[in-house]
């Protein structure tokens, strides 16, 4: 949805688009009777610098799946975040798969689709079957969201690991469409 793609090679180049740069995840507090928990699991649209640690991270669970090519500001002002990646076969995973596979790697499920890993406080989300591909014998998360949650978002996490409840992401604002008519 952020990018624009182009197969050069054996990797496919992507170019951030209309100043989007994905999403980014955190807590929010909503109000709610006293019998709620007033914290909600949100996504929120992800800055450049959340964009490139993003990168990085994705770099730490998958070596050398991301390239940084450049920065360069657009005609309309925007600036666009230029990356590629290995071209993959798309082969599809069902959950079951993936959910394995991470589990495999120490995470623990928090939602469908959503891991943590306390040893390294490294959470995965968004991985679903639109954005883990099978190459060959090993699956590639290639277009998740990992972060290193901290403070009431990561106790967030903790506590509903420990209490056994899941999460489910809310996005109660939409990416704007900033093309130009």
């Known amino acids: 949805m952020e990018h624009d793609y182009f197969p050069v090679g054996d990797r496919v180049w992507k170019v951030t688009r209309h100043g989007v740069f994905g999403l980014s995840p955190g807590i929010e507090l909503a109000l709610v009777s006293s019998a709620e928990d007033p914290r909600r699991f949100h996504l929120w649209e ?11 991270l994705l770099n730490q669970l998958v070596p050398d799946l991301n ?49 943590y890993r306390e040893s390294d406080n490294l959470g995965i ?16 998360p290639f277009d ?19 209490t056994g409840h899941t999460l489910r992401a809310i996005r109660s604002i939409t990416t704007p469409n900033r093309c130009p008519p």
């Open 125 to 140: 989300f968004d991985a679903h079957a639109k954005n883990v591909v099978r190459a060959g014998e090993v699956l590639v």
């Open 67 to 115: 390239s940084l090519e450049g920065v360069m500001v657009q005609a309309d002002g925007d600036i666009a975040i230029v990356t590629s990646q290995p071209r993959f076969d798309i082969n599809p995973v069902d959950q079951g798969e993936i959910d394995h596979w991470f589990h495999s790697f120490g995470f623990e499920r928090v939602t469908e689709a959503a891991y």
């Open 144 to 162: 998740v969201i990992p972060c290193h949650p901290a403070g009431g978002f990561r106790q967030f996490i903790k506590e509903t690991l420990t």
């Open 46 to 56: 992800a800055t450049p610098f959340e964009y490139l640690e993003r990168m990085a």
